[in-house]
């Protein structure tokens, strides 16, 4: 059984504990079992008392989500204690009590092998050992057998009255398929399979096998359905995107022979795997983790935020600005949290939908901050057409740089939404005159007369303070930092004198050079961008880290 963790957040810290010495390890994998013990599955925990208890320190740092579920942290948990005891390479023979195999407790029990692999999703915690033969296998310690027996005795009693099947009881299986196919025409075997298993008080898996082994020996009738397999990658896809074209899930059925469940369960797959490939990032705050936020952040409709005059001809005030800013990043926070929490292999359509509806109300946020935005950019470009470029040009790569400011732009630190987007605007307008100076404009088909031009641009940066804006913050980074902080922040956001931007190194090229590690660079320049956040005022810090 090929293992996986789910959680992104689980994940990554599970992976940073992968260079910790085998001694840290041992304690580790102890920690590990024990906190899985105390674990419920209905409550969440703060990903720092996680880290505690496993690691005996605190995080300087926490990420976007702070609070993780149990029902999603003990799986994952299982999966490390399995990682890591076999990375330690333990001997089932030197432990101090008895290690059952995956057989030999499926023998204990007298259930199937498959059965115990599905007491593991329910808790029954495994280690990997290295056996009398030399191989690594899946191993239960008597005492994590006994604890799970004591918790599960009704699910383990069960299990044991379902013997395997006779020779006869196949039979008999497959005369009641042919029965029950003879008075009704089922499109699929799954639908047969279910009524079949309905009957016998068998499990669907149980019955489907034995089926095709008596198709495979020729013991059913050809009038019977047959199954037909798994889907391939390239049919999932189609039926996925004909189903976004509004085909009806009885077409679906009808064209590619599959139970109704089954086509919702692979529109639910394609759906979750669209939405996990998206890269949904927001700007955090203290106030999304409040028990009550969605109702202060989301109880007042988007209009009534508007300005009472037209979007497209009005400038947003500041509590304006806070209030769509502070909404637009809750509702993709809230779409991250819930993406956190889909279930690859059977996720929920109405998790699926809620995600994709907030996601559009975020879209219709930014709609809105850019539409009240679009005049900065027309009367800043407006600006700098002496320096050369084409007005439509310029609009152009000012609208890119507007969008990308409403992305990175944090509402928390107080300052003007339209001062942070008027330096992302001339920073792309920097990069783009240079190159396009001695190009006539050529823009006379494209009407900006109806746009608004007063907007105090006396008070809008030109080129010009641009330039020295990285002539200040170089002062600032020599004065500030000592030699190796300043080697690492000039080269990782490439700053230079000039107007054109060199292409920044990585922090690995960068550890290279200095022969440290890419962890150790990342924590020297913590520490620098600390010491420059003092001197620096708001626009400056992002015209460096922007």
């Not at 202060?296 to 209030?323: C, D, G, M, W």
């Not at 920044?504 to 960068?510: A, F």
């Amino acid at each position: 059984m090929k293992m996986r963790m789910s959680h992104p957040v689980l994940r990554d810290f599970f992976d940073q504990l992968r260079f910790a010495p085998t001694p840290q390890k041992r304690k580790q994998l102890a920690a590990s079992e024990h906190l899985l013990m105390i674990l419920n599955a209905e409550r969440e925990y703060p990903f720092d008392f996680i880290v505690f208890r496993i690691t005996g320190y605190r995080p300087s740092e926490k990420p976007q989500q702070d609070l993780i579920s149990g029902r999603d942290l003990m799986p994952d948990l299982r999966v490390w204690i399995a990682q890591l005891s076999a990375e330690l390479q333990l001997d089932a023979s030197e432990q101090d009590e008895t290690i059952f195999t995956v057989e030999q407790l499926a023998g204990r029990f007298s259930v199937s092998t498959k059965t115990i692999r599905r007491w593991q999703k329910r808790g029954l915690t495994g280690k990997i050992y290295i056996f009398q033969d030399g191989r690594k296998r899946m191993g239960f310690a008597r005492s994590t057998v006994e604890l799970f027996t004591k918790d599960y005795d009704q699910l383990i009693h069960q299990a044991g009255r379902f013997t395997l099947l006779t020779a006869q009881q196949k039979e008999q299986i497959g005369t009641l398929a042919q029965e029950l196919t003879s008075k009704k025409n089922y499109r699929t075997q799954n639908e047969l399979v279910l009524e079949v298993a309905r009957q016998i008080g068998r499990s669907r898996q149980t019955v489907r096998a034995v089926l095709e082994e008596l198709s495979r020996r020729q013991m059913i009738s050809p009038a019977m359905p047959h199954s037909r397999g798994r889907m391939s990658s390239k049919e999932t896809v189609k039926l996925y995107k004909m189903s976004q074209q509004n085909v009806s899930v009885k077409r679906l059925m009808e064209l590619f022979g599959r139970s109704r469940s089954s086509v919702y369960r692979i529109i639910n797959q394609r759906h979750a795997k669209e939405l996990l490939s998206r890269k949904i990032e927001c700007v955090p705050s203290d106030e999304f983790l409040l028990p009550n936020a969605e109702q202060i952040i989301l109880s007042v409709p988007l209009e009534k935020l508007l300005p009472k005059s037209s979007a497209r001809s009005a400038l947003l005030n500041r509590q304006q600005e806070t209030e769509l800013f502070r909404r637009y990043n809750y509702l993709k926070f809230m779409a991250s949290q819930q993406c956190d929490r889909i279930k690859r292999v059977q996720p929920r359509s109405d998790r699926l939908n809620r995600i994709e509806m907030l996601l559009k109300q975020a879209e219709a946020v930014k709609k809105v901050i850019i539409e009240t935005n679009m005049a900065l950019v027309v009367s800043i470009a407006g600006k700098h057409l002496a320096a050369g470029g084409q007005m439509s040009e310029l609009v152009s790569e000012g609208s890119v740089a507007l969008m990308a400011a409403v992305e990175k732009f944090d509402y928390t630190r107080g300052y003007r939404f339209s001062t942070y987007a008027s330096w992302a605007i001339v920073k792309g307008f920097a990069r783009l005159i240079p190159t396009e100076a001695k190009r006539l404009d050529r823009a006379g088909g494209v009407d900006f007369a109806n746009l608004p031009v007063n907007l105090r641009l006396e008070q809008l940066p030109g080129i010009m303070a641009v330039e020295q804006a990285h002539r200040d913050l170089q002062t600032i980074i020599k004065n500030n930092l000592d030699q190796r902080e300043q080697y690492i922040i000039l080269n990782h956001y490439a700053l230079d004198p000039g107007i054109i931007k060199k292409k920044p190194k990585t922090l690995k090229q960068i550890g290279d050079h200095l022969n440290l590690s890419k962890e150790r660079i990342r924590q020297i320049e913590l520490q620098a961008l600390q010491k420059l956040r003092q001197s620096l005022s708001p626009e400056q810090f992002d015209l460096l880290t922007g």
